[in-house]
């Protein structure tokens, strides 16, 4: 199973599901056959690939944000309780 073939959600995958979708209109009684598992395999494979990119790219973000948090915490602390704004 896949997820929704859209192509603005996935811009890495387009030419491969833009095949597979032809070869799905093209082979109506043959998809069921394996006439597009080739395609299939390759948009899996995409798929995987442009997952483990977003997840490299969530993580990077996340520690930047962990950082500023810790940051931010570390600098509050610091402050005595007379300092300390909160808005």
Request: glycine content about 4%.
């Amino acid at each position: 199973m896949h997820p929704p073939l859209t192509l603005h959600k996935h811009p890495m995958c387009a030419e491969i599901i833009e095949e597979f979708q032809k070869c799905h209109i093209d082979h109506p009684i043959g998809k069921f056959f394996g006439k597009c598992t080739d395609l299939k395999i390759k948009l899996d494979q995409c798929f995987r690939e442009e997952k483990a990119l977003k997840r490299k790219a969530n993580f990077e973000e996340s520690k930047k944000l962990k950082e500023r948090l810790q940051a931010f915490r570390k600098e509050t602390a610091d402050k005595g309780p007379e300092e300390k704004n909160f808005v």
